[in-house]
């Protein structure tokens, strides 16, 4: 257990987690932070503001009726009733109002059921409303990391990393790292060095039979079609590394240009291979080298004579020599300085450059060279750029420390200017599947933005061990690597920064993820299959209501009446599973615990977050219980029980109450937790199979319970269940009142005199199994329902048992009523419902079911159907005989199934909607969006058409 209750900020988990979007029902009608106008808003508050008379004292005690108080600016203000809002709304927005509306707005505000209303709770629930929607708009930023893996470049030799490449070929995927030095270092997909080799030097400077490289690179690209990387120099060289094995080895070293390559772009056609793939290089004099490879299977250049020793070395200038493989151009004056960035559009048939000439700064320059160039000035130049064709949009970056973004055929004014950065921005990245932007300054900021409204969606400062303060860190020209989809398996895009021999990996959101606020989608289908793994479920009497909590930390409130869901919130804790919920002792608010530690209270009325408790550990929460006085407790593996006062919050977060008693009682995890009001008592139970009685007046252990003759270690008690009427029966108190499941048993205890043990019973119908949640009829407690891991369901007669004390370690059984197959999986949640006048039962299942069924086992439905049903239609109910049958039909089409795939198998752990989210062989052909490398591929209707690339003869022309 990791604790935080001493660390400086134990919200950190709160702030760190994706935010939470509710989708509501349709029939839920407009909010009223929609409905309300600022006008009647004014007319509201006037309403409920009564301005004291001339003569009246400023400030009194309330009155005895409690209906009116005084407001900070001495006026007095008025507590509502239902009748006098309703009065009051038709007045201030017309006399049309639905009275349902107002009813429903009325509960919003009035979440404590005090019965009144008044201009204060009003302005809370309206802020908390037009927060949440100001939230909402608000896109998300791709970032799912708070902080980067990072790892450093140990054979670097301290010298920055010019730029990283991703090699697809051989699966799986590897990173290639260029050190300024000449370093190569291989990485797996974990960025663990695979190997290192360094670039070959110059064969007349030989030295022990080794050419140490003396040089600097300054570019590097990865050419996938013939699985080469390409490294240039400020050498006036280029370094072919041959990556189709495992193994890198250098195998062509061309040199003698003219002057020094500064970038580099790759690009080959995926759909047509047989077309000649394109190399691009861009020089300090500002022009740019263009080689087309005529016949790329069988070699880039000719192969030389003879065998050499080393790399096979070509001499630039005689590159004409090798007319039968390779053709070259050269386009000079493009920029009158060194170009430092190189990308080309294969739809357009563009080149588009950048330097630091304030002329010449970007340019977008035809291959034909049939149509004037679009060029871009700016002061100071441009250090970076990026284009995306589907978005038609350009970014630039530079010493000005602003992020400008351009339209493609306007070069005069930028469509925005996003500042925020405080050094000089050395590399920018667009990320189409977002519609975000990644910028990276100098000081190692980085900051995401988003396209639409321009905001700075996220500020992080990477901690690079290599930082110094007062100190700028020395980077290499191309700091980023971003992979977007389409990725090899198992691959999640993500982005690699490079800082000095440092490179850190963030892990990136595969599409834009859900908007909060209050949204009527009506994209958004309701009614859907739940599918994914239920952890718990509960129901609400008073707002007729079951609520199912899921390990994907999604939450949705159902109508019990029809089967209808009326309110989603999709990562409500972010993306950590929910394991617990409870509601408090109004039935509006909804508790619900989570996996690492974090405890959120939810307004069931409209899925507002209305308060974030402090977690005094980062380990799970396992049980909620909801005191009368609306104290919260609750219990996990930190093995204490923790206080929250919900009742009297006010903020958003509240601050946990350590005052129980409970540190080292328990010696084990804590995973359940039962109150009982009648005796004022509260029972725990923990892994090693101890259940330990509280009293609430103390705060203190009471009772600890343990069950005799178990041999080596305890099995955990995972349920524990108070049967309400025995002990609120002066008669039935001192009998067996609490049942605690433990292995499959079922154990029932009285908390009182001297005699605890009142018998136990093994219940579930295969041996081995466990049973993780009881339930009863309360008011009568005739009946105790257990659910078991096989996801059978057992209803036992318990009205007379347990009422006196059972000897030996097992005892008889009661009266089985009714038990059958409800789920395919363990059942996580039973409850017994009193609706319509009948009892019936709720189950949540890990099969990703949650239904209704009648004592007698018929079906009511499932919750997520296609079709609702009517409670109250008996008929429609499914019976035991009819499922069985539809049961039976299910395994036959399974086993005709399998006998058709033969040996296509799933693996055990692995779930059917697991299964079908996995990628095709297809879809995983990995590309390099970020790289310079362009794919040539037909554009989706409504994008501009490809364009045929011009195979130019060769010339090399004098630069």
Known sequence: MDTLR??????????TEVPHSRFCDLGCGVSPAEKLSPEQLKLLRDAFTVTPRAGEPQIHEDRPSGR????????????????????????????????TWVERFFSEVDISCTGQVRWQQLCSYLLLEYTERERASIPTAALLDSQPQ????????REPTVRVVAVSHPPPLRYISVSKGGQITVWNSGLHILKTVGLAGDPTEEVANTRRFRGWTTDAVYMANVHKVAIATDCRELHFLDVSTADVVEDIHLFGFRSIPTALCYWH??????????????????????????????GLFNNPPKKQNGPHRIFFPDLSEHSKTVSHRYIPNIHQEPINRLMFEPSSSDIMTSSESDTSSVVFLNLTLRREPYVWKMKQGTKCFDYSAPLQLMVTGGYDRAVRLWTRFVTTRPVATLLGHCATILDVAIYPP??????????????????????CLKTLRLQFPCLQPGRIPEHGNFPFLLLGPPLPVETRPHLVVGCKDYLARLHLAESRRGRGGWLTNEKREFGAEIGVVLSCALYNPTLRQVVTGHADSSVSLWDVETGRRRLQILNAHGEDELLCMTLDSTHRRLVIGARNGTIKVWNLLNGLNLHKMEPVSNSEVTKLTCLHDNKLLAVGWSQRIVQYDIGAAKDLYVRADMSWKSGGVHKSDILAVCQCPALGVVATASHDGEVVIWRLETQGPLLHLQREGQAGVAPPVDSLLFLQHRAANRKLRNRGILVSSQAGCLCFWSVTGETHTYGEFYSPEQPGARVLSLSSDQPENTILVSGDTTGWLQIWDISHFALDVQHGSVGEQPKLLRSWKAHERGVVSVEVLDVAERLLVLTASADGAAGLWTRDGDHVGSFGQEGMWNIT???????RETQKDLREDREEEGRTGSDAVGACKVKPQQTSQEEASRPSSAENHHQQPRQPMYVYSSAPAGEASTVDLPIIPPSVVSD
């Open 68 to 99: 009116r108080r005084k407001n900070r600016g001495g006026n007095e203000e008025r507590g509502m009733t239902f009748e006098e809002f309703l009065q009051v709304l038709r007045t201030v927005i017309g006399p049309d109002i639905e009275h």
């Open 873 to 879: 239609d008996a008929a429609a109910y499914q019976s």
């Open 434 to 455: 977002v519609g975000q932007i990644f910028s990276y300054s100098r000081d190692a900021e980085l900051r995401i933005w988003d396209i639409s409204t321009h905001q």
């Open 269 to 298: 056609d995926v759909q047509n291979p047989e077309r000649p793939p394109l190399l691009l290089l861009g020089d300090e004099k500002g022009g740019v080298h263009l080689m087309w490879f005529l016949n790329p299977s069988k």
């Open 150 to 157: 990072i790892t450093h470049c140990s054979h670097n030799k």
């Open 6 to 15: 001493n660390k400086k900020n134990p919200w950190v988990l709160y702030e």
